[in-house]
């Protein structure tokens, strides 16, 4: 099993930037995959960004340019920084790691992009 807790998320003005974690713990195999996705009201959860244990990144083509996905794995922790925010960015963002057993996800952070 696979712990994840998320962290960072609050409210900004547009054009502002705001920093996720996401700790990973627990029985982390060393090849995985990690990406962050988010859920606005009354939509479908959505892929952001996706990182593998290789360092090879992904983004979804809203976020491209304005997001960038990373990790320590010596702290077993990925960071999605949010920069250039809109309000459409406003959502419940949840943190989700594979591997070949599964798909564990965290208990998700708002970020909330308002004026």
């Known amino acids: 099993q696979v712990q994840l807790v998320e962290s960072g998320g609050g409210l900004v003005q547009p054009g502002g930037s705001l920093r996720l974690s996401c700790v990973a713990s627990?029985?982390?195999?060393?090849?995985?995959?990690m990406a962050w996705y988010r859920q606005a009201p009354g939509k479908q959860r959505e892929l952001v960004a996706a990182?593998?244990?290789?360092?090879?990144?992904n983004y979804a083509d809203s976020v491209k340019g304005r997001f960038i996905i990373f990790g320590d794995s010596a702290k077993n922790t990925v960071y999605l920084q949010l920069n250039s925010l809109k309000p459409e960015d406003t959502a419940v963002y949840y943190c989700?790691?594979?591997?070949?057993?599964?798909?564990?996800w965290g208990q998700g952070t708002q970020v909330t992009v308002s004026s």
């Open positions: 990182i593998t244990s290789d360092n090879r990144s």
């Open positions: 627990g029985n982390i195999l060393p090849i995985n995959t």
């Open positions: 989700m790691e594979r591997d070949y057993r599964n798909d564990y």
